[in-house]
């Protein structure tokens, strides 16, 4: 197993925005020794029936990192979310920074590249991101190193990213009474998402986590931060050392049962182009609706 360089002396801030239209919380991870920070996950919002799409929660955390005069070093995305579009771009363009996914984007590129029938001029090489994440590569927010653990399962370019005691799950993990994330999307698998889940488990028991998403489960008010420890004990899917076999079996009956996210379909096109939109011929933006294809 990869050694990762975990380093428990460092303490970044955390700032949290959720969208209660996706249940996704976006974070801002600030660096206390310098102005440098990065934004993980953020949203862009769309109105799907009228296609409509405008900015107001991203423009929630530009207002954040500007009213505290933050140095925006990384928009990172965990992965190929499913249930909301990314809004990294407008972020960029607006206070700059690089855009990093996992390097196995190339996967995912080449499954829904077919899904959408895209041209070739949709390149399926990841270059459309500023950075590709490989296993175990580090990078710096100011003073603060940081570095991404490949973990598949829920899509396969999925990243955990560790930024000293603090570490972003993604869709690993939900809150324990929540559990884990589904693993039936084109390329996900149970097996290997138990074994993903396995390496964020490993990091030390007092590991700050932060979710990607939430749901409240049982009527609960919606939160996004555990630990390890917590997640060992008492993760509804997978604490109590729960066996690799227990788990598929679960997650695959309950996979079954769900309904496919209700923005799959302009999420996949958007951030399979790192939040850019899609445009036709001459340049107008425009989002396809494969039928029978998902
Ligand atoms: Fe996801």
Redesign the pocket.
Known sequence: MTQYPVNLDVHPEVESFFDPETNTISHVVMDPNSKSCAVIDSVMDIDYAAGRITYDHSDEIIAYIRKYKLELEWLIE??????HLSAAPYIQSKLGGKIGIGDQITVVQETFGKVFNEGTEFQRDGSQFDQLFKDGDSYQIGEMTAFAIHTPG??PA?MVHVIGDATFV??TLFMPDGGS??AD?PGGDAGQLYDSIQKVLALPDEMRLFM??DYGPEGRDIMWETTVAEEKAENIHVGQGKSREAFIKFREARDATLDV?HLILPSLQVNMRAGELPKTKDGKPVLKVPVNAI
């Open positions: 965990t992965h190929v979310h499913a249930d829920h899509t999925c993604g869709d994330a589904r999307f990607c998403h996210p």
